[in-house]
């Protein structure tokens, strides 16, 4: 079965800062990779999917990149805000979808 | 553009009693999925239908649970009898291409508490 790892759980930053969140995956059999954030008391918000065949995706001041070989992709967020915070979830599809666990990500003002 | 819906937002009832939620599609998706969100097992697919027929349903915890999709428009998810076990936050969420290519779509999702 497809295991979705989300590194770290929680992460803490100041404004302005660039920063990386990680997302590795054990079967890289999948058809594609998409990231969503959630706010608190909410649904899940989707930013960006990466096809299979793609390396990254871009959207504003997101930038996501896989690499089916190794299992991983990773989400770069520019220029961090504090209406950034919130939980960050990838999640992979196969013969159906995986979701990781989550980063919390707080920016701090 | 109207999102997903799911109603209720909330839902409270005691163990033992029927629960009903509901699902409003994003118009013109064919597929979609129910979803159950806790602490301790994160976001887990229960099921999910293409064009109304369900495809795979291997996450629906047992029997008690059951989902219907009788038109593109509406779908539910019902638990008979419910368990205090069953608490959960409980997500819709459409897309236009199955598993294979199209962003999901979420609802708000609806808070079950069972007592």
């Known amino acids: 079965k497809q295991e979705v790892t989300q590194i770290p759980a929680a992460l803490s930053v100041p404004e302005g800062e660039n920063l990386v969140l990680n997302c590795s995956f054990t079967d890289s059999a999948i058809y594609n990779l998409q990231w969503f954030r959630q706010d608190p008391g909410k649904g899940l918000t989707s930013l960006l999917l990466?096809?299979?065949?793609?390396r990254e995706q871009t959207s504003g001041r997101l930038n996501a990149s896989l690499d089916k070989s190794s299992g991983r992709s990773t989400l770069y967020i520019a220029a961090s805000q504090p209406g950034d915070s919130a939980t960050y979830l990838c999640a992979v599809s196969g013969n159906q979808f995986y979701f990781g666990t989550g980063t919390s990500l707080t920016v701090i003002p | 553009d109207a999102g997903v819906i799911q109603s209720p937002r909330h839902e409270v009832t005691e163990m033992g009693q029927e629960v009903t939620l509901r699902c409003k599609p994003i118009?013109?998706?064919?597929?979609l999925f129910w979803y159950r969100q806790t602490m301790m097992r994160g976001l887990e697919l229960l099921i999910y239908f293409n064009n109304n027929v369900p495809i795979d349903d291997s996450g629906m915890p047992e029997d008690r649970f059951s989902a219907k999709m009788p038109n593109a428009s509406f779908s539910t998810l019902k638990i008979q009898p419910s368990e205090p076990r069953d608490s959960a936050v409980y997500f819709c969420?459409?897309?236009?291409?199955?598993?294979?290519?199209?962003?999901?779509?979420f609802g708000d999702g609806t808070r079950l508490s069972i007592l």
């Open positions: 118009s013109g998706h064919n597929s």
């Open positions: 990466i096809q299979s065949s793609q």
């Open positions: 969420a459409s897309s236009g291409e199955g598993v294979r290519g199209q962003p999901q779509h």
